[in-house]
C-alpha cells in the first residue's frame, strides 16, 4: 500500500501528523501491544531554539527591528500513541511510508516490545520496519512506567468520586512509595511497589476484564467491550441483584448493613420459574456482571493493601478505558472495604504503562533517570479521549490517535527544599476546575487577548516571510484547547490559570515563536537603567525608616509593569504607564494585606544570612524595584540570590537576562558590582518557564545553593508567583510575599480592586 493510500484509509490525518510529526529523527522505538489496544513509544531528538543575548543587545534596540538571534541545541521528546490494533498494518504502513528515503536512526536496530501480541506480531514489525524484536517482561515495563509518570507528570494520578462536581480530584504525592499496582486485563494482578527496582506481584485473580466481556458475551447482545461498557452505563443493576433491603425490608442496623447494598449479585434471577419469561433487560444484566468483577477486585485489593499496610492503590489495565461507571464502581469497593485506610487512585495515562516500560528498558543509555521531563500541551490529546468512535462497520475509518509527549528538560527538577510540608503542597491558589466562576472569566480573559497575543507574535518577527501563517496557526490551535476546556476543564489535570499559561507557551513555542516581547523588554531595560541612578540616590538621601518604606513601595511600583495583566496592557500600550505613573498606582496605606510595619521591625534586628528572591518582569520592575531592595540586603551583610526563569514568557526576566543585566547594574551601583565580585550575589536559573511558580518543580541546583547559603529569607514577588501561586504556601524560613492586583476581577474576588497591594511577611514562627 502507497503512502497515499494509507492517508486515504485514515480518516483523521491531522491527529496522525501530530502524533507522528517526528518519527523520522526516532531514536528508541517500543511497542505494547494488547488484544485491543496498541501503545507505540518513541524517543526523538529536536532542535531547541534559544535567543541568544548579549549586553549591547538589552539595552540597544535597533530601529529596523531586527529579528532575534537565536542558537540552536538539541533537545528530547518522548512520544506515545495509543489506538486499536486492528489498525496495527495500516499504522505500520503509514510509519514506513515517513521513514521512506531516510536513514534510520535507531538504536541497534531494535524494537522493545511488550504485551500480549508481542509475539503475534513480531514478523509483522519486523517486516514493516525492518527492525529486530526485543521482547520484554510485561508486569516489569508496566511498574517501570507506572513510576516514570508518577515522577515525572503533573496531575498525573486522581481519585473519582461520582457526586463531586467536577469528579476528578488530581493529586502529586512528593513520596511515591510503597503503592499497589493492580492491573486488570483479562485477569487482574497485585503487585508492590516499594522503590524503582524493589517490586513484586502478591496475588491476583482470574477474575478480571476476561471474566466480565465473556459472561456479557453469554448473558448480552453485545458485539464488543466497549459497547458492553456502554450497556452498564445505562442499566440498573438493582433490577437483578438482590439487595439487603430486599430481605430484611431495610437496613439491617446490627451488622451495619445498608439497605441498598448488594445482598446477593443476580439475586432476583432466583424469582424466574422454569417456564418464565426472562424480564431482565441486557443493560441491567450488564451493570450487575460489573458491579461483581468490580467488587471482587476491590475486596481483594483492599485486603492485600490492608495486609501489607500500603495505603494507597493505582488501577490500570484495559477494564477501566476511564469510563465514569468502572472508575465508580472500583472506587466505591474501595472505600467500603477499606474504610478510609486505603485510597483507590487511577492515572491520566494508564493506557500507556508498558509502552513507556519498554521504552525505559532500551533507553537505559540515554541515563533519562538524570533529567526531569514534563508533559507537553500542545502535542498531548485530552484526558478521557474517547475512541473508538466513528463508522464502526467500517474496516479503515475508525484509527483515531491518543497521544502523550514528554519533553526533556536540561536537569533535574525537585521539591523547593524551603517548603514546610512538601506534601501538602499545593502551588495553585485558586483550582479552576472546581471554581466554575472562576474559570469561566478565565478562560474568557484568555479568549478576548488572544487576537493582540497573535499579533505580538507577528510583531516580533518582522522579517519572517510565514510568521502571519504561522501565529494564525497558534491562533486556532490554542483557541480550540480553550472551547474544549469550556467542556471538559479537567482536560489536562488540574486546570488552573498557571496551567493556562504553559498550554499557551507550549503552543506558541511549537509554532517557532520563542520570545515574543524581546524587543519590548529590550525597550523597557533601556528606559530603566537610564533612571537607576537617580532612584538609587533618592533612596540614599532619605532616613532610614522612609527609605524602607520608599524601597517597599518601589517594589510595588515596578510590579505594576506586567504584560500578562490585561488592563496594565491597555495602559503601557497607550505610553501611559512609566516608573512615577506607577508608584501613583500603588494606593495609600493601610493596603489589602499590609505587613509592612512589621517588616520594618523586623529590618531593625539582625540581618537574614541569605536572601533568595524569585522575580518578576523585566525593566521597571527588576532594576528599579528590585535591584534598590537587593542593596539594601548586601549592605546589611546578607547574601542574595536572584532567581530568574529558564524560558521566556510575556515580559518575564530570563536567567539569560538577569546575568547581563546585573553587569550593566554594576556599571552604576557599586554595591551590586560587590556583591558579584565576591559571591555574595548570585543568579540561579529556577527550572520555570511560566509567569507563576509552582515550588515542586524547581531546578535541582538551585535547590543545592538555597540549603548551602543558608537561605533563611524567600521573597515571591509578583502576581504569578505571589498571588496566583504560593499565596498560601508555608515555609522553613521567613517569606515575604509582594505583589500588585492588576487584574481587576482577581482583586474583588480578594476583597480589593484594580491596583490593590499584598505584602505579606510571615515569619518562620508563624
Not at 537587593?630 to 530568574?644: K, Q, T, Y
Amino acid at each position: 500500500m502507497g503512502s497515499e493510500e494509507v492517508t486515504k484509509s485514515i480518516k483523521l490525518p491531522v491527529t496522525i501528523d501530530i502524533a507522528l510529526r517526528n518519527i523520522k529523527d526516532a531514536k528508541i522505538f517500543a511497542m505494547d501491544i494488547g488484544g485491543s489496544l496498541t501503545k507505540i513509544a518513541y524517543y526523538s531528538t529536536l532542535p531547541l531554539k534559544k535567543v541568544v543575548y548579549d549586553s549591547k543587545e538589552t539595552t540597544e534596540i535597533s530601529e529596523a527591528s531586527e529579528d532575534a538571534v537565536y542558537e540552536l541545541t538539541e533537545g528530547a521528546r518522548l512520544h506515545f500513541i495509543k489506538f486499536e490494533t486492528k489498525h496495527i498494518e495500516a499504522t505500520l504502513n503509514y510509519i514506513q511510508s515517513c521513514l521512506m528515503g531516510t536513514q534510520p536512526q535507531i538504536l541497534d536496530s531494535t524494537v522493545k516490545v511488550t504485551g500480549g501480541g508481542a509475539y503475534k506480531y513480531a514478523s509483522l514489525i519486523e517486516t514493516k520496519l525492518g527492525l529486530k524484536i526485543s521482547k520484554e517482561d510485561e508486569m516489569e515495563c508496566m511498574i517501570r512506567g507506572c513510576n516514570f509518570l508518577l515522577r515525572n507528570i503533573t496531575d498525573e494520578s486522581f481519585v473519582y468520586q461520582r457526586r463531586d462536581t467536577p469528579a476528578y480530584c488530581f493529586q502529586n504525592p512528593k513520596d511515591m512509595y510503597p503503592y499497589l499496582l493492580v492491573t486488570i486485563g483479562s485477569g487482574v494482578s497485585v503487585l508492590k511497589v516499594e522503590s524503582e527496582e524493589k517490586f513484586e506481584r502478591i496475588g491476583g485473580t482470574a477474575t478480571g476484564g476476561g471474566t466480565f466481556w465473556g459472561l456479557g458475551k453469554l448473558l448480552t447482545s453485545a458485539k464488543d467491550f466497549d459497547e458492553l461498557l456502554s450497556l452498564a452505563e445505562q442499566g440498573d443493576h438493582r433490577n437483578v441483584d438482590m439487595l439487603v433491603k430486599d430481605i430484611y425490608g431495610s437496613d439491617y442496623t446490627t451488622l451495619g448493613l445498608p439497605g441498598d447494598l448488594i445482598a446477593s449479585s443476580f439475586g432476583k434471577a432466583i424469582q424466574l420459574g422454569s417456564n418464565q419469561e426472562k424480564k431482565f433487560s441486557e443493560a441491567d444484566i450488564a451493570r450487575s456482571l460489573l458491579y461483581i468483577i468490580s467488587n471482587d477486585i476491590g475486596q481483594i485489593a483492599c485486603l492485600y493493601a490492608l495486609l501489607h499496610k500500603v495505603k494507597r492503590i493505582y488501577f490500570g489495565g484495559f477494564f477501566l478505558r476511564h469510563r465514569p461507571v468502572s472508575l465508580h464502581t472500583i472506587s466505591y469497593a474501595i472505600n467500603y472495604w477499606g474504610k478510609g485506610q486505603v485510597q483507590a487512585n487511577f492515572l491520566r495515562h494508564e493506557g500507556y504503562l508498558g509502552a513507556i516500560g519498554a521504552f525505559l528498558k532500551g533507553a537505559e543509555a540515554l541515563d533519562t533517570k538524570n533529567y526531569s521531563w514534563t508533559e507537553n500541551l500542545y502535542g498531548s490529546s485530552s484526558f478521557q479521549a474517547e475512541f473508538p468512535s466513528g463508522h464502526r462497520d467500517s474496516k479503515d475509518s475508525s484509527l483515531e490517535m491518543d497521544h502523550l509527549e514528554i519533553d526533556r528538560f536540561d536537569s533535574r527538577l525537585r521539591y523547593c527544599s524551603l517548603l514546610r510540608d512538601p506534601e501538602k503542597y499545593i502551588p495553585d491558589t485558586v483550582d479552576l476546575t472546581r471554581d466554575h466562576d472562576a474559570r469561566k472569566y478565565w478562560l474568557q480573559c484568555f479568549e478576548e487577548s488572544l487576537p493582540k497575543f497573535t499579533d505580538r507574535a507577528i510583531e516580533s518577527q518582522p522579517h519572517s516571510s510565514d510568521a502571519k501563517e504561522r501565529a494564525e496557526g497558534f491562533q486556532e490551535k490554542f483557541f480550540n484547547r480553550l472551547q474544549l476546556l469550556k467542556k471538559k476543564p479537567f482536560g489536562f489535570g488540574n486546570l488552573t490559570v498557571r496551567s493556562l499559561l504553559d498550554m499557551r507557551e507550549h503552543i506558541l513555542m511549537e509554532y517557532d515563536f520563542h520570545d515574543c516581547y524581546l524587543r519590548q523588554k529590550q525597550l523597557e531595560n533601556k528606559s530603566a537603567l537610564a533612571m537607576l541612578p537617580e532612584r538609587l540616590k533618592d533612596l540614599a538621601e532619605m532616613a532610614w525608616e522612609d527609605r524602607q518604606e520608599s524601597i517597599a513601595l518601589g517594589f510595588l511600583a515596578g510590579n505594576v509593569f506586567d504584560w500578562g495583566a490585561k488592563e496594565v496592557a491597555l495602559l503601557m500600550e497607550g505610553g501611559k504607564l512609566d516608573f512615577k505613573e506607577a508608584m501613583k498606582h500603588v494606593g495609600p496605606r493601610p493596603w489589602l494585606i499590609d505587613d509592612v510595619d512589621r517588616w520594618i521591625q523586623r529590618l531593625r534586628g539582625p540581618a537574614y544570612k541569605c536572601v533568595c528572591i524569585f522575580i518578576d518582569n523585566s525593566g521597571g520592575d527588576v532594576i528599579l524595584g528590585v535591584i534598590p531592595f537587593v542593596e539594601d540586603m548586601l549592605r546589611r551583610g546578607s547574601s542574595v540570590i536572584l532567581c530568574a526563569n529558564s524560558k521566556p514568557i510575556l515580559n518575564d526576566v530570563t536567567y539569560a537576562e538577569l546575568v547581563l543585566l546585573l553587569q550593566q547594574v554594576a556599571e552604576i551601583s557599586g554595591v551590586v558590582k560587590e556583591g558579584l565580585e565576591t559571591g555574595k550575589l548570585v543568579a540561579r536559573d529556577s527550572g520555570q518557564g511560566s509567569p507563576c511558580l509552582d515550588l515542586s518543580r524547581l531546578n535541582n541546583q538551585l535547590n543545592e545553593d538555597m540549603v548551602k547559603f543558608g537561605v533563611d529569607l524567600l521573597v515571591l514577588e509578583g502576581m504569578g508567583r505571589a498571588i496566583h501561586t504560593n499565596l498560601d504556601a508555608t515555609f522553613k524560613c521567613d517569606s515575604l510575599k509582594v505583589a500588585v492586583l492588576k487584574n481587576k476581577w482577581l482583586a474583588q474576588r480578594l476583597g480589593g480592586d484594580m491596583f490593590s497591594v499584598v505584602f505579606k511577611y510571615e515569619t518562620v514562627e508563624e
